[in-house]
Nanobody
Framework: QVQLVESGGGLVQPGGSLRLSCAFS????????????LGWYRQPPGKERELVAV???????NYGDSVKGRFTISRDNASKNLYLQMNSLKPDDTGVYYC?????????????????WGQGTQVTVSS
């Protein structure tokens, strides 16, 4: 069984900050965690899910253009957790945020290893 549990979302004013967490559980996720690229996605209202940040197994990070300089992704291989520090939040950052692991390519695409998604965590940026 594989399970992803995202948390840390909420309602924040523009310019504010949030820190999202993702716990990977289940034998398959935990076995693959340290050797795979991890990523955060988001799905804005009425739009498709998009990749916003990735971190490779060696700690190299990459970000979507809209979040560069504001978001920081990090991972803890010991506890099998993934994090996303979000600063200077904007209304366009509103959406449901999801995490996953998979195979990453140079076109900023992360193809999930398993067809499993968590429930996501809602981030709303509004005054």
């Amino acid at each position: 069984q594989v399970q992803l549990v995202e948390s840390g979302g909420g309602l924040v004013q523009p310019g504010g900050s949030l820190r999202l967490s993702c716990a990977f559980s289940g034998i398959m996720f935990r076995t693959l965690f340290s050797g795979k690229t991890l990523g955060w996605y988001r799905q804005p209202p009425g739009k498709e899910r998009e990749l916003v940040a990735v971190i490779t197994r060696v700690g190299t990070t990459n970000y979507g253009d809209s979040v560069k300089g504001r978001f920081t992704i990090s991972r803890d291989n010991a506890s099998k957790n993934l994090y996303l520090q979000m600063n200077s939040l904007k209304p366009d950052d509103t959406g449901v945020y999801y995490c996953n692991l998979g195979d990453y390519d140079s076109d900023f695409r992360l193809v999930p290893t398993f067809a499993t998604w968590g429930q996501g965590t809602q981030v709303t940026v509004s005054s």
